[in-house]
T-cell receptor
């Protein structure tokens, strides 16, 4: 059974700092991995989706990497801004017919 | 392009009462999901539809939960009767055909059972 862990559970950084959020999964035979952002009281916004054949995806200041052999993914945020404050969730999917398995998220606070 | 629409956004009911949530997915998205999210946790899948067919409902508590997607577009999730432990956020998501595409989430319905 796939299990997804995110560390740390919470992170506070000053504005402008580059930061890395970590996601680990127990079953390396994943189909894809997706990173989401969730603002308080809101739904999830998809940030990046990495297929199993890919090693990374980039969107603006965000870069997500995937290392299946070690069971890890990282989300890199460059030049953090207060507007980046939110909870970031990663989710792994083992095949096209299995559900996304989510971690509990990392709550990020970027201090101006 | 309109996103996934859910209603109501908030619902407060007494235990043992019924409640229903509605979801309208992104136009053209054949796959629809209902997730349950407890406070401080990631979402967990309740049911997945491919068009009007429920293809994965293994995590749906069928004694009190039911769902339907009659015309393969809108979907309704119902709880009857609600229990205190059902207090959570119910999220709807959709994706293009098949389960492997990027999922887009609605704002959710926050249910409080008193």
């Amino acid at each position: 059974k796939q299990e997804v862990t995110q560390i740390p559970a919470a992170l506070s950084v000053p504005e402008g700092e580059n930061l890395v959020l970590n996601c680990s999964f127990t079953d390396s035979a994943i189909y894809n991995l997706q990173w989401f952002r969730q603002d308080p009281g809101k739904g999830l916004t998809s940030l990046l989706l990495i297929q199993s054949s890919q090693r990374e995806q980039t969107s603006g200041r965000l870069n997500a990497s995937l290392d299946k052999s070690s069971g890890r993914s990282t989300l890199y945020i460059a030049a953090s801004q207060p507007g980046d404050s939110a909870t970031y969730l990663c989710a792994a999917q083992n095949s096209g017919n299995t559900p996304l398995v989510f971690g509990k998220g990392t709550r990020l606070s970027v201090i101006a | 392009e309109a996103g996934v629409v859910q209603s109501p956004r908030y619902k407060i009911i007494e235990k043992k009462q019924p409640v229903a949530f509605w979801c309208n997915p992104i136009s053209g998205h054949n796959t629809l999901y209902w997730y349950l999210q407890n406070l401080g946790q990631g979402p967990e899948l309740l049911i997945r539809y491919e068009n009007e067919e429920a293809v994965d409902d293994s995590q749906l508590p069928k004694d009190r939960f039911s769902a339907e997607r009659l015309k393969g577009v809108d979907s309704t999730l119902k709880i009857q009767p609600a229990e205190l432990g059902d207090s959570a956020v119910y999220l709807c998501a959709s994706s293009l055909g098949g389960a492997s595409h990027e999922q887009y989430f609605g704002p959710g319905t926050r249910l409080t059972v008193t």
